[in-house]
């Protein structure tokens, strides 16, 4: 064997003793396999038959829950770019449930991976090289290489293209770029709203789904190098840190109209009729719109849904959180106050949903402050929310949303996702904490991006003429095939078609229905917090965030 290996598998034990040994002598034979152009990776690879007939090999793959995991650098990575892929290492340790080992600390057995630099044959345990592709979009003249492939019959795209000699990518490098959202950074175009709008992402300009996964399918494929030594190609799933689901899924509801007068009522109603007339061009909702105006002004309490929402989730067994506006300052901000609805949020929380603020319209593009929103809306029930979503998902910049979201002291966030279509904005079917470019560094927070929302996905069934069950089944499957969730859902109203057609709400009561059958659980966000977060701190993330605090 060659213990200068020109494809940089990774190293059993059994032969780096076996290079120790052969260190001074000349070592002719290589270890190579067969080189597919047009698959990802492919050089790294052989047949699932091979590794069969060669049950020793397979069998040296290890065990990972909380196995030691540490990263190494080149003597040429410069402080900034060690910091990035720094974070997308650890992220990638969270999801996959390594103990992440500072550098210089001792490993053992553990395992390593070498950004830029050749493994070491005298260390422990497994070793992965990652190609140094990463440069930050800051320092780049020129125009990127991107790349399209697949790599176990998965469409792959990558920022970064793939190493001309191993034909690996820099799977860090990949998984910084989506997560960061540097990529969007660069974006002018912003939406009547003023939010960076779908028509500008890269999904339309690279024509790529936003139905797949994109880092998390690269995630498992940096897996499947540590797993399986990249010889078979395959996508090992992340695996659940809580022993009762394999997925979870953060179900909310943004109360952007609640009955409070029959006035507000009837002017929403007559809003929504006209709506399901122009954009939705469906007859059962205007026919539903139509006879509730009736309804109010015969007496009925339409919109007031929440104590119907807490029956309806004991039956079937779900947990939500409830995001709630404290601040009226603009005619798209609802004609509420938490105080009006103190009784049932307060019922709410007693029923298991936790409480989040709906950060109002103008709160952080003009205003740029959600602390004193918090403070008014832990004023008037009494509790402090510890998470918050952006009322329309409006923001316009990333490190100053962030920025916002931090300062205010919340513990998680759930705004990453677009009005307009259903997806993965940061190609995430997980959480995970954002980067913050100004100090080089992860947020102290946790982003739950909004994959489903009634909304987009209504949006999504319109542009593509797909059916709306469809597209959130494909979703949905997508983050069950790959790892253990941590994704938002947000159902306005699920009771009352209200914001959507009926058929739209009649998607969620399939899915907490069938949870069960898809071996999973649709809870609030402090529940999903209180599972999780010891996979963040064990990697170095989060550490500043405690729920008991």
């Known amino acids: 064997m060659d213990c200068q290996r020109s494809d940089y598998l990774p190293l059993t034990r059994k032969e780096q003793k076996t290079c120790w040994f052969r260190q001074r002598s000349s070592c002719s034979r290589r270890v190579s396999g067969k080189r597919f152009p047009e698959t990802l990776g492919a050089n790294m690879s052989v047949s699932s038959r091979e590794l069969q007939d060669r049950p020793n090999e397979a069998a040296i793959s290890p065990v990972f829950g909380s196995q030691a995991i540490q990263l190494k650098f080149a003597d040429e990575v410069g402080p900034r770019i060690r910091a990035r892929i720094s974070y997308a290492f650890r992220v990638f340790a969270s999801i996959y449930g390594y103990r992440v080992v500072e550098e210089g600390q001792p490993l053992g057995t553990g395992v390593s991976l070498f950004y830029g630099c050749k493994p070491r044959v005298f260390d422990d345990g497994i070793s992965v090289f990652v190609p140094a592709r990463y440069r930050p979009r800051e320092d780049d003249a020129g125009e990127r290489k991107s790349a399209r492939g697949r790599y176990a ?21 990949e998984i910084f770029e989506w997560l960061s959202s540097d990529h969007e950074r660069s974006i002018i175009q912003r939406d009547s709203i003023g939010r960076i709008p779908f028509s500008g992402s890269i999904f339309s300009a690279e024509q790529i789904s936003p139905r797949k996964p994109y880092a998390m399918l690269v995630m498992s494929w940096l897996q499947n190098m540590l797993q399986n030594r990249g010889r078979v190609e395959s996508l090992p799933r992340a695996t659940s840190p809580a022993a009762d689901s394999e997925h979870f899924v953060v179900s909310s509801h943004d109360i952007d109209f609640y009955y409070t007068t029959k006035l507000s009522a009837l002017a929403r109603l007559l809003k929504n009729l006209a709506v399901s007339i122009t954009e939705f061009r469906s007859w059962s909702s205007c026919g539903w719109n139509a006879r509730c105006i009736f309804k109010t002004l015969a007496g009925k309490r339409v919109g007031e849904y929440l104590p119907g929402l807490i ?3 004991r039956r079937y067994d779900f947990r939500s959180t409830v995001f709630v506006v404290s601040e009226r300052k603009h005619r798209r901000d609802p004609e509420y106050l938490p105080e009006d609805l103190a009784s049932h949020l307060l019922a ?52 100053q949303f962030f920025e916002v979201v931090e300062s205010s002291g919340f513990v998680y966030d759930s705004t990453l996702g677009f009005a307009e279509a259903a997806g993965f904005r940061n190609g995430a079917c997980f959480a995970f904490p954002p980067y913050d470019f100004r100090n080089e560094k992860a947020h102290e927070f946790l982003e739950i991006p909004l994959v489903l929302m009634d909304g987009n996905i209504a949006a999504s069934s319109r542009a593509t003429g797909e059916k709306a069950d ?61 599972r999780c977060l010891s996979r963040y701190h064990n990697a170095g993330l989060l550490g500043g965030v405690r729920l008991d605090a």
């Open 153 to 173: 019959n998965e469409s792959i795209f990558l920022f970064f293209g793939t190493d001309d000699s191993t034909h690996s990518p820099d799977w860090l490098g």
């Open 348 to 399: 709410c929380e007693s029923a298991e949903f936790s409480l989040g603020l709906h950060g109002s319209y103008k709160s952080v593009i003009e205003e740029q402050n959600l602390l004193r929103e918090a403070v008014a809306m832990q004023a008037a029930l009494g509790t402090k929310p510890l998470g918050t979503r952006q009322h329309w998902l409006r923001f316009g910049d990333h490190q």
């Open 311 to 313: 029956d309806e989730s």
């Open 470 to 530: 469809a597209i959130a089944d494909e979703i949905l499957k997508e983050s069950r095939k790959w790892g253990w969730g941590g994704i938002a859902a947000d159902w306005h109203n699920p009771l009352e078609p209200l914001q959507v057609p009926e058929e739209i709400n009649q998607i969620f009561w399939k899915c907490v229905k069938n949870q069960s059958h898809n071996r999973e659980k649709w809870v609030s966000a402090s529940q999903f917090m209180t």
